[in-house]
């Protein structure tokens, strides 16, 4: 994260510029090694006066028209988007567009003009300050991120308002053969689309995290990328010699020739694990004793079942559907959804494909509603925003329910706590049956019923909701935030969020013990489940399904196949029964 960020500098051996090492966020893995192209400054200097009563209209007008030529842009380049463009651009381009479109930015803004006479530029940057903060302050990660999106858009406007559109200027010499690494404050998808014509192989960023444009596109590239570095833009100067290194998170500027030499040989290494480890795609995921796992993705954007399937994933665990639902400022229809379920549903042809039902509420709000719960966490979100709204909660199931008649749907329910949840769901989804039936729309004969177990309160009591559902999913993320009591959006004490805690291990454990009890599959879909560290971990309390993001699939389908998973059980069960915490490098 940016306040993490850190450097160290000394002078450099070659007497050019400055050695120096800076921290900060590796979110797309492998190394880079080339000449530093840094993008002009994305931030501009506003000038803030007050504009006269016969101005008003003028400089209104002058907003409008500046806010319609960003989006022009945006649209022309969403339009010719190149096919080999990767496919989170587009989606990211959508996302700027829709700011663009929300009353919320240019309405308000207008008003600033009208009722404070602010100077255009004035009256944009104070609203879009206040939307960013809105979403900086959000629980969920990505949503935070996209305070970055708002900054972005902003600047984009500021520009048309000066009459400079096009804020990225490659000035390094294009002769040189050197690989390049894009040096920046921040990358914005429509940079990222000027930037397809250069040959880079890197980026280094000030701003950013795991979920921003640079890392969701690098990641789709197979780019190395370091994040929330701070300074990098203004430390690091146009053709100095960088390395990028994506695992761990450090970027060198004018390293030493050892150093240079060193990665060079890193970078040789990665490469060929990497292309080792695709060899694994179509292999099967099985212990060296011959217990079948089935490894499954977790998605964001229906888009990114191809990318599921790349990484031999045989079948969706976790659709996290919210996020149709967000960065817009009405909700999406049942056809919208319809359409974005099947898309899903026909890549992964008869795979299952888990559908999470809305998991927003509290503070991330839809449609711009304004409720801030006491304590967010504990609000009024996923399960409990859903049956508190039954008509959107209805236009949800019917979506789903009519994907179904495409291929293998199962529904997941976010944040059970109660039995009584359960029930009304069922309700609710038999009704959305009804509905369909008399519409005459098809959906499956047997749909699977699953539920998100991250409140403990469930992983303890878990038997009646193994034997009620069709299937459990443990999301990890919130089980450690709700269990140890830290909340998973609060760096203050990001120290203290630990999967590795013998009560979060046993609530895991007690939830796979009574879904084998019950004959129920239980998997993990939360971060745990992607971090290949964590795999003989959890291949020891019994897990037989796992569910993460695509990219981490492969890594941890290589630790499934290195391990005993047997042995693992006796280990694991050893130290859980002592109360002990378990090492899972020791394991
Ligand atoms: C989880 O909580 O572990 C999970 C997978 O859901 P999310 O991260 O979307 O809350
Ligand atoms: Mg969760």
Sequence with gaps: MTNSAKANSVTSPHGGGPLLCLYGQGVARGYAIGRAVVMGATALEVMHYRITDDAVAAEKERLKRAIYMARREIQELGDTLPDDAPR??????GVHGMLLADPLLAEEAYALIENKHYNAEWALTTQGQLLGEQFAAMEDEYLRE??????????????ELAGTRGIMC?????????PLIVVAHDISPA??????????????????????????????????????????????????????DGANGAVLVNP?????????????????????????????AETLDGIAITLHANI??????????????????????EFLFMGRPDLPTEEEQYMAYAAVVR???????????????????????????????????AIRYCLARPELFATQLRAILRASALGNVRILIPMIAHMHEVMATKDAIAAAKRELDARGQAYA???????????????????PFASALDFLSIGTNDLIQYTLAIDRADNDVAGLYDPLHPAVLRLIANTINAGVGAGKPVSVCGEMAGDPLLTRLLLGLGLTSFSMHPQQLLDVKREIRGAHSNALRMKVAASLNRGHAVDPVAL
């Excluded at 000035?171 to 050197?178: I, N, R």
């Excluded at 890549?347 to 927003?360: A, E």
């Design 88 to 93: 989170e651009l587009g989606a990211l381009l």
């Design 146 to 159: 996209r305070a970055a999106d708002v900054r972005q858009v902003i600047e984009r406007v500021l520009h």
């Design 170 to 178: 490659l000035s390094h010499e294009e002769d040189s053969d050197d």
């Design 191 to 244: 940079d990222m689309i000027r930037l397809r014509g250069a040959r880079f192989a890197g980026f280094a960023t000030d701003l950013g995290g795991p979920t921003s444009h640079t890392a969701i596109v690098a990641r789709s590239m197979g780019v190395p990328a370091v994040v929330a570095l701070g300074h990098v833009r203004n430390l690091v100067r146009d053709g100095d010699i960088i390395v990028v």
């Design 256 to 284: 030493p020739d050892r150093a240079l030499q060193e990665y060079r040989q890193l970078q040789r290494e990665y490469v060929d694990a990497r292309a080792e480890l695709a060899l694994l795609r179509d292999v099967p």
């Design 300 to 321: 964001e954007m229906p888009e990114e079942a191809e990318l599921a399937l790349a990484n031999g994933a045989t079948g969706i665990g976790l659709f996290r559907s």
């Design 347 to 381: 890549v992964m042809k008869d795979r299952p494909v888990t559908i999470r039902t809305l998991d927003i509420g509290a503070d991330k709000t839809i449609d711009g509603e304004a409720t801030v719960a006491t304590n967010p966490a504990l609000g009024q979100r």
């Design 445 to 463: 004969s047997h749909i699977e019923l699953g539920a998100m177990v991250e409140v403990p309160a469930i992983a303890i009591a878990i038997e």
